[in-house]
């Protein structure tokens, strides 16, 4: 029963967060410069219809933008898009799963780049500075230089960036993880009863890191999503990122609640996830 | 020893830069209109941009105009966290547990994303200076709630450490034990914090800036520095036009040691 009490709170604060964060971008769109504006204006044909829209607009209150937001939304849409005059919820079912796709390949990639990598330079009794020495350089690049270096230098594309972000982030987390775990007294036992490198891995090491990995994918989801905005707009990748990008330069605020309410969702199921042993709390 | 080499570093880039900018005959924003995109030379030692401006001064400015940019907002986002953190740390549990939602929306979106998306709602048409105050207040005024979820569990541990318990035994009023007990302790646990925002402020920028939101033209900074290199016409002319990138590589590194070995150190 507390097991369930704990979920269900979970979730509920989740959703919580979510909501006052969509209620935060509505806030901050009503207010923006230029939000009164629409690009039909200029055309002769469209511009009494325009201004009779931006006068409606004017005059209504943020509870009431809020009030017609949720309602697009229990309709099961996002509205219509300021900017592409065409549904919210078919703009990103048409970019969603680019996006998904890209976030997938670079999680799974730089997974296994940290994991390949931290495996072994964790074990190294000397020379673990020098080896994680290109870790550390990743680390300091943001994700926009990274991006442009590539197409500078004609390497690599939207996924090799993606996974070289988040593998520099989980290597320096997985490295400590493994640190730990080879100096634990059970493993220092092991390895004088003479278990191979191998054995030792699968049976001590792994068994103990696991848990710990469901953080891990909170960071890496995180590092992602953070990651994904710069790396599409700079590779023109037609995701959600660049869709953001758009909508947040155009005042789109229909888009823009609509993504910002996923990008919440994504990031506080994540979050929910890396809570590795809900009974525990619940005790 | 890192520390103090990381130290020493970072304070020769910033005398060479400010010697760069002072002394050199370019202006940041002066364009030499007969030598636009010139590879180096004798006049311009690591040529100049599509504008005709040298990119040595260029680099120097931004790096001057990124650290000064991302240590005054980085001591802004402390100061806020700390007095949330500690706020939360030492107020009664359902006022804690407000102030902790409060960074959780914003910890609910990723940084960049939401950087972008308050940054974009931001006036982008204004004066470079304004550009740039605003660019960086931004980052200060949302890069605190990670911040103040670390003072407050630093916070948390003080309180419940046994002088603290002491102290309120022998009767010290809440004043009294924040000055004589909590105030020596804060440098620990507010330092580590402001070095952490620093780099990440200044990488934040770079990204914020290759999207077009950072601080505006012609005041120069990584981010449209960035920007620039989406000419690819510059890219046949010479190798310099990677500097901006190398050079904030470099800082960041240096930046990232330093702040590791203080933490490390704490």
């Known amino acids: ?283 | 020893m890192t520390k103090r080499i990381a130290l020493l570093l970072l304070a020769l880039l910033i005398f060479a830069a400010a010697l760069t900018v002072r002394l050199s005959r370019y202006d940041y924003a002066m364009q030499d209109r007969d030598a636009i995109m010139a590879p180096s030379s004798a006049q311009h030692s690591t040529g100049t941009d599509e504008l005709g401006r040298d990119r040595t001064v260029r680099v120097a400015a931004a790096l001057l105009i990124g650290l000064a940019g991302a240590t005054v907002a980085a001591a802004i986002t402390t100061i806020i966290a700390a007095s949330f953190g500690l706020l939360a740390a030492f107020s009664p549990p359902w006022l804690a547990s407000i102030l902790l939602f409060i960074s959780d929306v914003f910890l609910s979106l990723p940084w960049l994303f939401l950087l972008m998306m308050v940054r974009s709602l931001l006036p982008l048409t204004a004066s470079p200076p304004v550009t740039a105050v605003a660019t960086f207040l931004v980052l200060a005024v949302l890069g605190w709630p990670a911040c103040a979820r670390a003072i407050y569990r630093g916070a948390m541990a003080l309180r419940a450490s046994e002088w603290m318990i002491h102290g309120r035994a022998c009767g010290l009023r809440p004043l009294q034990l924040m000055r004589l007990h909590l105030a020596p302790h804060l440098r620990t646990l507010m330092l580590p914090q402001f070095l952490i925002c620093v780099p990440a402020f200044i990488a934040a920028e770079a990204n914020l800036g290759s999207l077009g939101l950072g601080v505006g033209e012609p005041l120069p900074s990584w981010g449209s520095m960035l920007l620039e290199l989406d000419n690819s016409a510059l890219l046949a002319q010479s190798h310099w036009v990677y500097l901006p990138i190398a050079l904030l590589v470099v800082v960041l590194l240096i930046l990232e040691s330093f702040s590791s070995e203080v933490q490390a150190g704490a």
């Open chain 1, 1 to 283: 029963m507390s097991f369930l009490l704990t979920i269900s709170t979970r979730i509920a604060r989740t959703m919580l967060l979510v909501l006052f964060a969509a209620a935060g971008t509505i806030l901050l769109v009503r207010f923006a410069p230029g939000f009164f504006s629409d690009a039909r204006e200029m055309d002769a044909r469209y511009a009494e219809a325009a201004r009779v829209e931006i006068q409606v607009t004017q005059q209504q209150t943020l509870l009431k933008i809020a009030v017609e937001e949720a309602r697009e939304w229990l309709n099961g849409g996002f509205g219509e898009s300021r900017q592409y005059s065409v549904p919210v919820s078919g703009l990103i079912a048409a970019r969603a799963p680019v996006s998904a796709s890209l976030l997938a390949r670079g999680i799974v990639l730089g997974w296994l780049l940290a994991a390949f990598a931290a495996l072994p330079i964790s074990g190294l009794r000397k020379g673990g500075l020098f080896w994680g020495a290109p870790f550390t350089i990743l680390l300091a690049i943001p994700a926009a230089a990274m991006a442009t270096a590539c197409i500078l230098a004609n390497v690599g594309g939207a996924v090799l960036v993606l996974s070289l972000l988040i593998a520099a982030r989980d290597f320096k987390f997985l490295r400590s993880l493994l640190e730990e775990a080879w100096r634990s007294p059970h493993l220092l036992q092991a390895r004088a009863r003479g278990l191979s490198a191998p054995a030792l891995v699968r049976t001590h090491i792994l068994p103990n890191v696991v848990p710990q990995l469901f953080a891990l994918a909170t960071l890496s989801i995180v590092t992602a999503l953070g990651a994904l905005v710069p790396v599409e707009v700079i590779f023109t990748v037609p995701g959600v990122g660049q869709l953001a990008w758009s909508a947040v330069m155009n005042r789109d605020l229909p888009v823009l609640v609509a993504i910002t309410f996923l990008m919440a969702c994504v990031v506080g199921f994540a979050g929910m996830l890396s809570t590795r042993d809900f009974t525990q709390e619940a005790a």
